[in-house]
């Protein structure tokens, strides 16, 4: 199973950046594809980006065009680069395989969007 370790979060204002960063274990790391998973308070764990083994990428219309995720296979690490930062983009950021079947996640790492 793959163990995951998320870092990068903090308190930004609004129209700010951060790097959001997951480094996983294990030697098959790039055969996922994965993905930037967020709860924001009171609603549920939503998918925001994801990157395949291929590199090709995709996001949700809520973030599209603001975030950027990439992945670095040699140091088993993928980023989320967000620019443009919301309020409503407070959430636990977590990174994970996508799919999966929801029974691991790390302990995520807070961003606060707030002026």
């Known amino acids: 199973q793959v163990q995951l370790v998320e870092s990068g979060g903090g308190l930004v204002q609004p129209g700010g950046s951060l790097r959001l960063s997951c480094v996983a274990s294990g030697s098959i790391f790039r055969i996922y594809s994965m993905g930037w998973y967020r709860r924001a308070p009171g609603k549920q764990r939503e998918l925001v980006a994801v990157?395949?083994?291929?590199?090709?990428?995709n996001s949700a219309d809520s973030v599209k065009g603001r975030f950027t995720i990439s992945r670095d296979n040699a140091k088993n690490t993928v980023y989320l680069q967000m620019n443009s930062l919301k309020p409503e983009d407070t959430a636990v950021y977590y990174c994970?395989?996508?799919?999966?079947?929801?029974?691991?996640w790390g302990q995520g790492t807070q961003v606060t969007v707030s002026s």
């Open positions: 990157i395949t083994s291929g590199d090709i990428t």
């Open positions: 994970n395989t996508v799919p999966n079947d929801g029974g691991y």
